[in-house]
């Protein structure tokens, strides 16, 4: 089944508010006359607000980098996805590996979240991706299926088909190594399989899921001709205009 390509940027701890639109109306720009594909763009918090009225109308579609999933109240320095969608946020990454890693999120966090993302009508990005020794182990499909699982707890069949699946091996992170286009497939199609085993075909078919790891202008054409790849989590490579806009661009062979 063809699924709409999913083109994401997350920023990271990058750019201030100046800096932020700075990069987004060169990106507009670049960007403008692309119907077929969806983009999406995650800066900081504190650039959402600036950020989402300078793309508001155009197509460019906003995220955030992370939510808490209470809905109010005494939990200091988090965002909940009301304030998410108080500034114009569709999307809301979660599980990135940055956080389950330096900030001890586990999976059942991650399923708190990725549920009352849900819940608040916000499409959750949700991050999966092994480590190298996890890899060299030769337990990648375990701990993505694992991974995938957890995160998907007692979520309907509805549910589960918002949900958009970044697989970002942890040692291709900003690191320039990136999994082959071949390697990255298979990964997606355990995902795949993972879904299909928990709900069904439709759910499974349905999976728009990204590969994320050193994405950049030179790589992406590889990438994102391969069958299972429905898009990309781009990190280094977002924050320069024209090199995302060539990923966004990149060429269907
Ligand atoms: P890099 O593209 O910098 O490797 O980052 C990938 C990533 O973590 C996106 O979420």
Known sequence: MARRKLIAGNWKMNNSNKEALELVNSLKDLVKDVKDRDIMIAPAFTCLSDVYNAVKGTNIKLGAQNLYFEEKGAFTGQISADMLLSVGCEYVIIGHSECRDIFGEKDELINKKVKRALDKNLIPVLCVGEHLEEREKGITSDIVSSQTKEAFKGLTETEAKKVVIAYEPVWAIGTGKTATPQDADDVHKTIRETLKS????????????????????????????????????????????????????????
Do not use: H
């Open 198 to 253: 928990v709900y069904n075909e439709s759910v499974s078919d349905n999976a728009v899921i990204l590969y994320g790891g050193s994405v950049n202008e030179k790589n992406a054409d590889d990438l994102l001709n391969m069958p299972n790849i429905d898009g990309a989590l781009v990190g280094g490579a977002s924050l320069v205009s024209d090199k995302f806009a060539r990923i966004v661009n990149y060429i269907a062979k």
